[in-house]
Nanobody, 124 residues
Framework: QVQLVESGGGLVQAGGSLRLSCTAS????????MGWFRQAPGKEREFVAATRWSGGSTYYRGSVKGRFTISRDNAKNTVYLQMNSLKPEDSAVYYC?????????????????WGQGTQVTVSS
């Protein structure tokens, strides 16, 4: 069982920045593809960003391209989501997830393990 713990959420004004972190409790972290998803109140959870196990390939939903950056440090078992130029519509609970089988990075079903989520609130 892999445990994922997110941190770094909070309240920020529009245009501001936050960096989310997610640390995994597994020695095989470097073999997992990692993703970030978010869920706003009354909405379905949606894909935000993903990185392959090596960190060499990254993927983003269109609305965050150019503003968000996903990265990972396999030596620290940690994946990050740097969020710049935040907008009120980015407000949501953000979840990190781990995929041990290199599935489709945009699909929730590809991820076997999930963190508890961290709240991001962007005020206008």
């Amino acid at each position: 069982q892999v445990q994922l713990v997110e941190s770094g959420g909070g309240l920020v004004q529009a245009g501001g920045s936050l960096r989310l972190s997610c640390t995994a409790s597994t020695r095989t972290f470097s073999t997992y593809n990692m993703g970030w998803f978010r869920q706003a109140p009354g909405k379905e959870r949606e894909f935000v960003a993903a990185t392959r196990w090596s960190g060499g390939s990254t993927y983003y939903r269109g609305s965050v391209k150019g503003r968000f950056t996903i990265s990972r440090d396999n030596a620290k078992n940690t994946v990050y989501l740097q969020m710049n130029s935040l907008k009120p519509e980015d407000s949501a609970v953000y979840y990190c997830a781990a995929d041990p089988n290199s599935g489709s990075y945009q699909l929730e079903g590809a991820y076997a393990y999930w963190g508890q989520g961290t709240q991001v609130t962007v005020s206008s």
